[in-house]
């Protein structure tokens, strides 16, 4: 069983399109991040929420704790936001829960 | 960044050969992780540690052990390597506001033949 379920697991865009994408947790959490990873490079970290929502640029997440549910949206979506998108949960303790991923790629 | 390092950066190794993987943090915290990566599953944790000398096991710990003898130094072995074992792997600090952001290092890609 998975802790963290995202969806979908791979999306397609044309440039300048609204995306979005959805993580479900089945923990109590103390904290939810968001993460990006470029095709063979390093993990970034784009948000950590608790609740409500945060905006940085052209992206945007928000979390419902009551429904255990966050989505991280791109708006004017770039060729560049290219990236595997992955979110993870802080639960119980210090044990981080990861989903697999969602692989988007924007078409120019 | 949260100045962590990993070394080496890609390693091609023979099955049956020990391998150590090193994970340098600059900023003295506590919380060490070391994960793999594996298409299809996501991060999974295979040790971590809470102090100098202080580990517990993740998920997927068969055939790797761990040790931190200092702060800024954590350190995965793979006593003898396999070809499961090829992977990426990534070493992790816990900080932030109430520990709840995870930063990751570059990452480490091994390849056992």
């Known amino acids: 069983k998975n802790e963290v379920e995202q969806s979908p697991q791979n999306l397609t865009a044309q440039e300048g399109e609204f995306i979005t994408i959805n993580c479900s947790y089945s923990?109590?959490?103390?904290?939810l991040h968001w993460l990006q990873q470029h095709p063979g490079g390093g993990i970034v970290s784009l948000f950590m929420?608790?609740?409500g929502k945060k905006k940085h640029g052209r992206l945007i997440a928000t979390i419902n704790i009551q429904e255990k549910h966050s989505s991280l949206h791109i708006t004017a979506s770039h060729p560049r936001d290219s990236a595997v998108y992955i979110c993870?949960?802080?639960?119980?303790?210090?044990?981080?829960?990861f989903g697999t991923g969602t692989s988007l790629t924007v078409i120019p | 960044d949260a100045g962590i390092t990993q070394s080496p950066r890609h390693k091609v190794t023979e099955t049956g050969t020990p391998v150590t993987l090193r994970c340098h943090q600059t900023?003295?915290?506590?919380?060490m992780y070391w994960y793999r990566q594996d298409p299809g599953h996501g991060l999974r944790l295979i040790h971590y540690?809470?102090?100098?000398?202080?580990?517990d096991k993740g998920e997927v710990s068969d055939g790797y052990s761990v040790s931190r003898s200092k702060t800024e130094d954590f350190l995965l072995t793979l006593e003898s390597a396999t070809s499961s074992q090829t992977s990426v792997y990534f070493c992790?600090?816990?900080?932030?506001?109430?520990?709840?952001?995870?930063?990751f290092g570059p990452g480490t890609r091994l390849t056992v033949l």
């Open positions: 929420l608790s609740s």
């Open positions: 540690s809470y102090g100098v000398k202080d580990t």
């Open positions: 993870a949960v802080r639960g119980a303790g210090n044990q981080f829960y």
């Open positions: 992790a600090i816990q900080r932030g506001p109430r520990g709840n952001e995870q930063f």
């Open positions: 923990v109590g959490i103390s904290a």
């Open positions: 900023e003295n915290h506590r919380y």
